[in-house]
C-alpha cells in the first residue's frame, strides 16, 4: 500500500486532502507541529527527522509552507524530498500573492475576500495569517512568506525536483502544485496534476 505524509494536517485526515489520496489504498501518516491535533508524528516542515528517508510515496501540505520564514522554505522541500520515495511525489497548495495582491491593489484589504469554516477571510488574513485565530492565541497561523506561481516553481527547481507544474486558482486565491522526487515525462506530470490537482 502506498503511504502518504500528511504534513502540517492539523485536525484533517486524508479526505480533505485529494479525492486520488481518499482511497483505501493510501496509507496516512499525519503530521503536525501542534501536538493537540494528535498527529502521528510531532514535527515541523524543516524538521521531519522523524520520517525516515525514502519512506513514503507522497506529500500532502495544505496552506502551510507560507507559514515557514523564506529562508526556511528551502529547508522544508529539502524535507519533502528527502522522505520521498524515488518514484515518490509532492502536492503542495498555499495563496498566490498575485491574486491578493490584485485585490490589495484595488484597495479591498480588509473586505471578505471568502467565507471559510473560521469565517470571513480577508487580503490580510491571507498575506499575514488569520488574525481571529492569532488573536486567540495561535500564533502558528502567522504567515512569514508567499509565493505567486512562478517563485513557487523557482523554489521547487531549486530543491531538486525533477519536474513541477503550478496551476492558479484565481478565484480561490491560490496556488496548487504537483511535483515529482526525479525527472518525468510531461504526460506523467499532466497525470499527476489530473488525479489530484482540483480544476
Request: hydrophobic share 40%; with cysteine.
Amino acid at each position: 500500500m502506498p503511504t502518504l505524509l500528511h504534513v502540517g494536517c492539523g485536525p484533517k485526515r486524508k479526505d480533505r486532502t485529494t479525492q486520488a489520496f481518499d482511497t483505501p489504498e493510501w496509507t496516512e501518516i499525519r503530521l503536525d507541529i501542534d501536538s493537540s491535533v494528535q498527529p502521528d508524528v510531532v514535527g515541523t516542515m524543516t524538521d521531519m527527522s522523524a520520517v525516515p528517508d525514502e519512506s513514503v510515496d507522497a506529500v500532502f501540505s495544505s496552506h502551510n509552507i507560507e507559514h515557514l520564514y523564506t529562508h526556511e522554505v528551502p529547508i522544508a522541500l529539502a524535507e519533502f524530498r528527502r522522505v520521498l520515495r524515488p518514484d515518490g511525489f509532492v502536492v503542495l497548495t498555499c495563496p498566490d500573492l498575485q491574486s491578493v495582491c490584485a485585490l490589495v491593489a484595488d484597495n479591498k484589504l480588509l473586505e471578505p475576500a471568502y467565507q471559510s469554516a473560521a469565517g470571513p477571510i480577508s487580503p490580510i488574513d491571507i498575506l499575514y495569517g488569520h488574525r481571529v485565530a492569532m488573536e486567540r492565541g495561535n500564533l502558528y497561523m502567522a504567515h512569514r512568506t508567499g509565493f505567486t506561481r512562478d517563485s513557487l516553481a523557482g523554489e521547487m527547481a531549486k530543491a531538486g525536483f525533477g519536474a513541477t507544474l503550478v496551476r492558479r486558482r484565481e478565484r480561490h486565491l491560490e496556488l496548487w502544485a504537483v511535483a515529482t522526487k526525479q525527472r518525468t515525462t510531461p504526460e506523467a506530470i499532466l497525470g499527476l496534476a489530473a488525479a489530484h490537482l482540483p480544476k
